[in-house]
């Protein structure tokens, strides 16, 4: 199987390598952009309702996305760490390496957390429960979502440190 693994990585180095740097960009464009473009729009509308509702969807397109980009960057991760265990490294890169994986794990369990918050807002809309609706998405958006793009930055500069060949 590693022997499969490492031919398999020779033959599409390029390719994998490009996958995981362009879905840890576009995860971390995603985290930006609802951080500082979408929110402040999104709470400066002045009807509740509407507000709730867009916002409500924002989080859902979020998480699948989320998601989709982290499914992405975790199966081309895989295949990058199987093909460099066959090389001697050391143990500051091997660190380096346990330091991303402990990275996406927090993050998929932060997109865990986002969908449960977002499950509790959409049942308060639709029981028009303003007060918790506006309490469940001001902690995805205000905090889980900049945590996010916080853990992606540093997830991109441990990748730039281990320097994947």
Not at 20 to 36: E, M, N, P, Q
Not at 56 to 70: A, D, G, K, P, Q
Not at 92 to 113: C, R, S
Not at 119 to 145: G, S
Request: glycine share 4%.
């Amino acid at each position: 199987m590693q022997n499969f693994t490492n031919e398999f990585y020779a033959q599409y180095k390029i390719y994998i390598c490009s996958l995981y740097f362009i879905f840890t960009a576009i995860k971390v464009g995603l985290a930006f952009g609802i951080a500082f473009v979408s929110k402040p729009i999104l709470f400066s509308i002045k009807i509740p309702r509407v507000k709730y509702q867009n916002s409500i969807e924002l989080v859902r397109r979020y998480m699948i996305f989320s998601l989709i980009c982290l499914i992405f960057i975790s199966l081309s991760g895989l295949l990058l760490l199987n093909a460099q265990q066959s090389d001697h490294i050391g143990p500051l890169k091997q660190i380096n390496i346990h330091v991303i994986e402990a990275i996406l794990l927090f993050m998929t369990l932060n997109i865990l957390y986002i969908y449960l918050k977002f499950n509790e807002a959409k049942r308060h809309f639709f029981n028009n429960e303003n007060i918790q609706i506006h309490e469940n998405l001001e902690i995805i958006l205000n905090y889980i979502v900049p945590l996010n793009l916080f853990l992606g930055v540093v997830l991109i500069c441990f990748d730039l440190l281990v320097g994947i060949k």
